[in-house]
Nanobody, 117 residues
Framework: QVQVVESGGGLVQAGGSLRLSCAAS????????MGWYRQAPGKQRELVAL???????DYAVSVKGRFTISRNNVKNTVYLQMNSLKPEDTAVFYC???????????WGQGTQVTVSS
């Protein structure tokens, strides 16, 4: 099993920055991709950013150039640096860990990000 814990959410004004962190613990060998998703009220959960075990990254079009995903494989931690935040970025952000040959998926409990205009 893998435990996933996010931190770093909060309230910020438009144009501001936040940094989210996600730490994985437990059976953390063979972690493949690590990613951030978000879900706004009344909307489906969507991919924000993904980083592979080799460091390749992928971003949603809406956040490209503003958000940066990074990971520390020693600490089993993934980060999301969010700059130039907009009110439409308001959502619960979830961390996702994919592990092992079976690509088992683990989710955190989510952290709220609120951007005021």
């Amino acid at each position: 099993q893998v435990q996933v814990v996010e931190s770093g959410g909060g309230l910020v004004q438009a144009g501001g920055s936040l940094r989210l962190s996600c730490a994985a613990s437990g059976s953390t060998s063979s972690i493949n991709s690590m990613g951030w998703y978000r879900q706004a009220p009344g909307k489906q959960r969507e991919l924000v950013a993904l980083i592979s075990s080799g460091g390749s990254t992928d971003y949603a079009v809406s956040v490209k150039g503003r958000f940066t995903i990074s990971r520390n494989n020693v600490k089993n931690t993934v980060y999301l640096q969010m700059n130039s935040l907009k009110p439409e970025d308001t959502a619960v952000f979830y961390c996702n860990i994919i592990r092992g040959r079976l690509n088992l998926s683990y989710w955190g409990q989510g952290t709220q990000v609120t951007v005021s205009s």
